[in-house]
């Protein structure tokens, strides 16, 4: 998968967003072995400010390295990203008070357009399930991006440029693994707690319209940690 072109203004700042933010979305999986020049022709630069970049993320844990030239993306334990994800339910519940504080009417009416096209898909499933069907894969997904694009718009919403860059530094799962264990679990039948959560995404919704800060914030953490805890035991299954 080619990563995106980078231009001239500051190669190595720009190489370590995009390969970070490769490493968040999944594009560059966990485990996976990395070469500063092969990184370098995937962004089309030269590797120096590939290696410039490596060595942050070095820094960060989020790469290690095997050997003179080669790399690998690392692999993060069942351990820290239970604390992480702790960490990021947090933030999430910091969030979701600055967004009732915040949130203009439009962005309301914007997440509940997602989770309106969440609900549309998530009936497909539920209907594919009980006449004995096989579970769309492209139904799933269509739920999963909702639901992300939901929690995205909170975030916005919040309008905090440092919560922002903490939360981006904290997050415990690739959004690829997040997909990757939802399918899993809506495949073996593991719904209730899902089910239960899904539907939490409208109690925040209800609290960020009544403007509820408090309310908000229980409910972002409760079902942040809730997603955390059910990720993590599955990981260690």
Avoid: C
């Avoid at 690829?176 to 939802?182: G, P």
């Avoid at 073996?188 to 509820?212: K, S």
Wanted: no cysteine.
């Amino acid at each position: 998968m080619p990563l995106p072109a980078l231009s001239s203004q500051s190669l190595s700042e720009q190489a370590y967003h995009a390969l970070r933010a490769a490493i968040v979305q999944g594009d560059l999986a966990w485990g996976e072995k990395i070469t500063e020049r092969g990184l370098a022709e995937r962004l089309g630069v030269s590797p120096t400010p590939v290696r410039e970049a490596l060595r942050r993320l070095e820094q960060e844990q989020l790469v290690e390295r095997t050997g003179p030239r080669s790399l690998r993306v690392a692999t993060v334990s069942p351990l820290a990203r239970s604390e992480s994800g702790t960490i990021e339910a947090a933030l999430e519940a910091v969030a979701a008070r600055f967004a009732a504080e915040k949130a203009t009417p439009e962005q309301l009416d914007g997440m509940e357009r997602l989770l309106d096209e969440a609900d549309e898909a998530a009936e497909t499933l539920r209907a594919d399930r009980a006449a004995g069907r096989d579970l769309s894969p492209h139904q799933i997904e269509r739920i999963f991006h909702a639901v992300r694009d939901f929690h995205g718009a909170v975030e916005a919403a919040a309008d905090n440029a440092q919560l922002m860059r903490t939360l981006d530094q904290v997050r415990a799962f690739s959004r690829s693994e997040r997909l990757k264990i939802a399918s899993a679990q809506l495949t073996a039948g593991r719904t209730a707690g899902q089910e239960q959560r899904y539907q939490q995404h409208r109690e925040i919704l209800d609290a960020l319209r009544a403007r509820d800060a408090d309310r908000a914030e229980q409910l972002a953490r409760a079902h942040a940690m809730s997603a955390v805890g059910e990720l993590v035991g599955w990981d260690r299954t």
